[in-house]
């Protein structure tokens, strides 16, 4: 099995950072995408960021020049650097793994936790 473990959310002031990771822990032959989403109350999950096994980042649109998608591929950990937060902001964040156990097998989906990153004065 594969678990995600996340860190570094919290209450933070608007204008401000914090930058989350997620470390993969299991069985794991490679990590294909990593991402982070996000879930607001009341609101649907949406994509924040996306990153491929060799560093090509995508980004919804409300991230694009505030936030930064990055990954260790030897530690299976994914990062998101958020700058200039907002309170709309304010959700849970959920990270995510599409995972190899072996070479040339099928990929498999995982999901955090999920935490929560409240921005408000």
């Known amino acids: 099995q594969v678990q995600l473990v996340e860190s570094g959310g919290g209450l933070v002031q608007p204008g401000g950072s914090l930058r989350l990771s997620c470390a993969a822990s299991?069985?794991?032959?490679?990590?294909?995408?990593m991402a982070w989403h996000r879930q607001a109350p009341g609101k649907q999950r949406e994509l924040v960021a996306v990153i491929t096994s060799v560093g090509s980042t995508n980004y919804a649109d409300s991230a694009k020049g505030r936030f930064t998608i990055s990954r260790d591929n030897a530690k299976n950990t994914v990062y998101l650097q958020m700058n200039s937060l907002k309170p709309e902001d304010t959700a849970v964040y959920y990270c995510?793994?599409?995972?190899?156990?072996?070479?040339?097998?099928?990929?498999?989906?995982?999901w955090g936790q999920g935490t929560q990153v409240t921005v408000s004065s």
């Open positions: 995510y793994a599409n995972v190899q156990f072996h070479s040339g097998s099928s990929s498999y989906v995982y």
């Open positions: 299991g069985r794991i032959f490679s990590i294909n995408t």
